[in-house]
Every structure is written in structure tokens, then in C-alpha cells.
């Protein structure tokens, strides 16, 4: 199956500095989602982005889909920036499962 | 809309006995997808339904699991007997085309 690889596996940040996340992926991709897991559990949606770029807010991703990777800028991180960034993809277009990374633990210090 | 609905939000039960998650997906989304999340294994799929129909099932991981759709706004994972090994996050998501939308979890504890 298809394989999902992020990096660094973890991060530390002092307040207000910025940082990029790295997915790398072994196969085409339909389908690529980036989710922050907080330090509560919750699964949040931060981009569907099988292409191309997004902006929201201090968040940025960019995906190369031919060259199968995905980046995720954090800019002036915050305290509440801290958890574990996931990547995930399909292969298939349509209502088909993601596969997950291993994520990327990111903590913020003040 | 409020969102992918899973209760109970915690369980803790004594080894051997049957337990029961349940799932309210987003309305109008046709597909349903359970996972369970554990330090070892990281999110992993256990099964999933399109249209209420089970595709895929070959992530649960023996017959002490199953899991059910019997109409498009609700859905259940039931362990039955469950054992300590079971203890993990287990997460509902849905989606209608590609983007998956996940609920808070059920964080399950068999002693």
C-alpha cells in the first residue's frame, strides 16, 4: 500500500518563530489532507489540498503532487500551535479511506 | 451543522465485556469511516460505508469487532468481548466526495 512519510518527527519552536512540515508520499495521490491533532484529542481539518497552494491565516500548504510531497509553513507560531500535525491521502477519487502519516509532534514554548 | 457526533466520549469497562461506540455522521455525507489510534499503530482504518453499505472491513482487527450502519445518520462499533489490548482512541469521520471531516473520538479503557 501506499506509503506516508512526514518529517521532522518531532519539533520544538520558541513563540513566534516559524517552521515547515514535510509529507512525502510513494504513490499518485487523489486526495491529500493536512489535520492538526490538539493536545485534547480533536482531529481538526486544516487544508485539503491535493494541489497547488492555500493560505488560512499563519498557515500556508503547498503540494507538489508530481513530485509527491506536501509542505505545511507555520509562521509565527503560538502556544496553541502545539500538538501533532497529521498528513493524509487517498489514492482513489471519491468516498475512499485516508492513509496517515506518523505525524509530526510540534511544541511551542512561550 | 455540529459536526461528526461520536458518544460515548470516554469509556472504561472490565475486560470480557461487550462495548458499544456509536457514530452520528454530518448530514448528507454518504460515507462513514472508523479508526481506531493507538502509540503503536498510529490511526489506523477499521472498516468503511458507502451509502450504508460496508466496502471494507479488512482493517478490524478479528471477530470480537463489528460494526453496523443501518441508516444514513447512524452508525455503531461494537467489541464484544472486549479485551485490554482494545484500549485506544477509536474516531468516526464522514465525507461526501473527497475531504473526510473527523468527530472528537471515543477514548476506550478495558481494565
Known amino acids: 500500500g501506499i506509503q506516508v512519510e512526514q518529517s521532522p518527527p518531532d519539533l520544538i519552536l520558541q513563540e513566534g518563530a516559524n517552521s515547515t512540515l514535510r509529507c512525502n508520499f510513494s504513490d499518485s495521490v487523489n486526495n491529500l489532507q493536512w489535520f492538526h491533532q490538539n493536545p485534547w484529542g480533536q482531529l481538526i481539518n486544516l487544508f485539503y489540498?491535493?494541489?497547488g497552494t492555500k493560505q488560512n491565516g499563519r498557515l500556508s500548504a503547498t503540494t507538489v503532487a508530481t513530485e509527491r510531497y506536501s509542505l505545511l509553513y507555520i509562521s509565527s507560531s503560538q502556544t496553541t500551535d502545539s500538538g501533532v500535525y497529521f498528513c493524509?491521502?487517498?489514492?482513489?477519487?471519491?468516498?475512499?479511506?485516508?492513509?496517515f502519516g506518523k505525524g509530526t509532534r510540534l511544541s511551542v514554548i512561550a | 451543522d455540529a459536526g461528526v457526533i461520536q458518544s460515548p466520549r470516554h469509556e472504561v469497562t472490565e475486560m470480557g465485556q461487550e462495548v458499544t461506540l456509536r457514530c452520528k455522521p454530518i448530514s448528507g455525507h454518504n460515507s462513514l469511516f472508523w479508526y481506531r489510534q493507538t502509540m503503536m499503530r498510529g490511526l489506523e482504518l477499521l472498516i468503511y460505508?458507502?451509502?450504508?453499505?460496508?466496502?471494507?472491513d479488512s482493517g478490524m482487527p478479528e471477530d470480537r469487532f463489528s460494526a453496523k450502519m443501518p441508516n444514513a445518520s447512524f452508525s455503531t462499533l461494537k467489541i464484544q468481548p472486549s479485551e485490554p489490548r482494545d484500549s485506544a482512541v477509536y474516531f468516526c469521520?464522514?465525507?461526501?466526495?473527497?475531504?473526510?471531516?473527523f468527530g472528537p473520538g471515543t477514548r476506550l479503557t478495558v481494565t
Open positions: 493524509a491521502v487517498t489514492l482513489n477519487s471519491g468516498n475512499t479511506p485516508l492513509v
Open positions: 460505508f458507502n451509502n450504508n453499505v460496508p466496502i471494507d
Open positions: 469521520a464522514s465525507s461526501f466526495g473527497n475531504e473526510k471531516y
Open positions: 489540498i491535493p494541489s
